[in-house]
């Protein structure tokens, strides 16, 4: 499976210019089979959910669709969504013929006040894409290790890509790039780690630092810290295979059921 980690700087609260420097990034980018975007790529982390959410089938959606049947690819990436009168930071998982998924955050990030505007989510989404199981998160979720657990079950694992999507401040960014990497090791998968460059609307600095790790932690990009760039990986489901089958740590794992 070919990946493109989509990792850019992001313009405050407007759709419409990241979506055009979105386009512009990947204007280039072809024959892939997914596009993975940061979280609240539309806008930002913004804690204005009032002006920024949309419908879930809203403008952010339609360009995901238009993006994906260009590009013949899924795309992926979150944005603030408003259902019912409640606000949700949602991953939309969109594929080239129209159709869409959602796994809504269940981590809210609660020292930038996220938990007071955005409702958490209650479970996860599992997706496929050229033979890959996929398990998309946003950004937060990666400090609850639990919650991502993957649990052979039936002859098969849950999944073989994990998948975080953020806005991920330069201050912590060395807990991001340990935790990624740590996730990898533990859950015997590939993980797509990508974070967004720049300074946002709060004045909080991004430097990036985007991953793909291969299931025994051995890093696979060559992101740079503050550079936009759009890094393609390719993603080998006989090696992953194999490094189970010659490793299997997961004969050994604790069962668990979240509640």
């Known amino acids: 499976m070919l990946v493109a980690a989509v990792q850019t700087n992001l313009f405050w609260e407007n759709s419409k210019k990241n979506f055009a420097h979105i386009e512009q990034l990947l204007k280039h980018t072809n024959n892939i089979d997914l596009i993975v975007l940061p979280e609240m790529f539309p806008s930002g982390f913004s804690m204005n959910p009032i002006s920024i959410s949309e419908p879930e089938n809203g403008p952010t959606l339609k360009w995901m669709q238009a993006l994906s049947r260009e590009k013949k690819a899924v795309v992926i990436g979150s944005v603030a969504i408003r259902r019912e009168k409640k606000f949700f930071n949602s991953l939309l998982w969109v594929t080239p013929d129209g159709k869409y998924n959602c796994y809504d955050k269940r981590h809210l990030f609660r020292m930038a006040g996220e938990n007071n505007y955005y409702e958490e989510g209650k479970e996860l989404m599992l997706e496929s894409v050229a033979s890959f199981k996929c398990c998309p998160l946003i950004c937060y979720d990666l400090r609850f290790p639990v919650w991502s657990r993957n649990i052979k079950k039936d002859q098969s694992f849950k999944y073989d890509v994990l998948i975080y999507i953020a806005n991920w401040p ?71 295979e194999k490094y189970r089958k010659d490793f299997p740590v997961h004969l050994d794992a604790d069962m668990f059921k979240i509640i």
Request: aromatic share 8%; with cysteine; net charge negative.
């Open 170 to 240: 330069s201050p912590r960014i060395d807990a991001w790039t340990t935790l990624l990497k740590a996730r990898a090791i533990e859950n015997q998968a590939f993980v797509i780690g990508v974070n967004r460059v720049g300074i946002d609307g709060n004045n909080v600095d991004y430097c990036g630092e985007s991953r793909i790790f291969d299931p025994k932690g051995d890093r696979m990009d060559k992101f740079e810290s503050n550079q936009e760039q759009v890094e393609i990986v390719h993603l080998n489901k006989s090696f992953l």
